[in-house]
Every structure is written in C-alpha cells, then in structure tokens.
C-alpha cells in the first residue's frame, strides 16, 4: 500500500487540491445561491462547512508530502482520523455521537504537522467550539469529539515511539 501511496502521490495531491477545491465552491455556491435568504444556514456552511473542505485537504498534502517519514500502522491511524471526521460531515448526524469537527482538528493540534497548520487547526477549534457551544448548546459531541480526537493522537503517539518514528514538526 505505502508503495503504491508513493508511486501515485503526485497525482493524488493534484486530486486533493482539485477535489477539495471543488468542493470548497461547491459549498459557497450553494450558500450564496440556494441559501441567499438564510442566514444561519449561510453561516454554517461558509463558516462552518467550507473551511474544513480547505483545511482537511491541505493537512492531507502534508501528510502525504511525509510518507515515507511514517509507518503503516501511524498512516493507517491518521487515516482513521480524517476519516471518522469525515464521516461525520458527511451524513453521520444523528448516528455517530462525535463531532467530526472536533475529532479531527483535536488530532490536527495534537499530532505533529507543521506551524501554520496547528495554529489554523486551533482557530478552526475555536470556531467549531463557538457553533457548538454558543449556537447549538451541543457540549456532548463536542466534548466526544475533543475525547475522540485526543485518544487517536495518543494512540498515534504511542504507536510512533513503538516504532520509533521521529515527532517532528516543521
């Protein structure tokens, strides 16, 4: 798998960065277009939903950029990560407790990746905090999600110094 991850991955961050800009304006557009009388439901997907589509495929650049750095079973828990937040995004209300939002960028901060995208994973906590909390009064999958998140990078951490790959961050 690592070797065929590492064949193609030129090509597979092309449709990251493709795929997840589509989706970025997808987004946009349906909030500007189809929403254009709705303002919380224009906030939650400029705000809430589009930044996410930016800042998961930019995390998987990066974790794709250090491949070779990692072994199997730490990818395979990074993949675990991504995704369970996004299946969350993707129609898992009501049935997966967690928030996707939370799970995933608890992780992004708590796992080694570079400067700018632990600082902008931090400020996407406090936005998604701020929705959850302030406008939705949902301190459950928020904190499931914070928990979550947390024992994925614990389990990352763990499994890392098992196999001695090196924690750095650029």
């Known amino acids: ?70 072994v199997t079973t730490v990818l395979a828990i990074d993949a675990l990560a991504f995704a369970a937040g996004a299946l969350r995004i993707a129609g898992g209300w009501g049935v997966l407790p967690y928030s996707g939002h939370m799970l995933f960028l608890t992780y992004a901060v708590a ?22 909390l302030v406008l939705w009064h949902d301190a459950r999958t928020w904190s499931l999600g914070l928990a979550a998140g947390l024992a994925l990078a614990a389990l990352r951490t763990l499994t890392a110094r098992r196999n001695q790959v090196p924690q750095v961050t650029a």
């Open 111 to 132: 796992t080694p990746s570079t400067r700018w995208l632990r600082l902008i994973a931090l400020g996407l906590i406090g936005m998604t905090s701020y929705f959850k």
């Open 1 to 70: 798998m690592l070797e065929l991850l590492l064949r193609h991955r030129a090509a597979l961050d092309r449709t990251i960065r493709v795929g997840a800009s589509v989706a970025f304006m997808m987004v946009v557009l349906v909030a500007i277009v189809l929403r254009s009388e709705d303002w919380p439901a224009q906030r939650f997907l400029l705000v809430y939903v589009a930044p996410l589509f930016a800042y998961g495929a930019a995390w998987a650049r990066d974790r794709l950029a250090r491949i070779e750095r990692d």
